[in-house]
């Protein structure tokens, strides 16, 4: 399963970027985590293969949404009120697994990550 993330950038604080994953083939549970220098990989958001569970890190609720479109094996993630400490390189990943966890070692597949710049 190869994952490519795109969708990064540079946005003003209070603005809004979209990311993708496309996936070479249809995958089950897939998430976003995010990750600054120095820091950990951190939880973003978990979709499962239906849709219809989503899971959230704190810090992101009502601000971002995840979803999933099956037919072009692609996940999103739109984020909206974009705070500098958003700031990170956002991966995708992708699971075996039913479940949208939050945890990252259950995680079977990576993308390359893309580049989120906030400035305020």
């Known amino acids: 399963v190869q994952l490519q993330a795109s969708g990064g950038g540079l946005v003003q604080a209070g603005g809004s970027l979209r990311l993708s994953c496309a996936a070479s083939?249809?995958?089950?549970?897939m998430g976003w985590f995010r990750q600054v220098p120095g820091k950990e990989r951190e939880f973003v958001a978990a979709?499962?293969?239906?849709?219809?569970?989503?899971n959230y890190a704190d810090f992101v609720k009502g601000r971002f949404t995840i979803s999933r479109d099956n037919d072009k094996n692609t996940m999103y993630l739109q984020m909206n009120s974009l705070k500098p400490e958003d700031a990170a390189v956002y991966y995708c990943?992708?699971?075996?697994?039913?479940?949208?966890?939050?945890?990252?070692?259950?995680?079977?597949?990576w993308g390359q990550g893309t580049q989120v710049t906030v400035s305020s």
């Open positions: 083939v249809r995958t089950y549970s």
């Open positions: 979709i499962n293969w239906s849709g219809g569970v989503r």
């Open positions: 990943a992708a699971r075996r697994g039913s479940i949208a966890t939050k945890a990252d070692q259950r995680y079977d597949y």
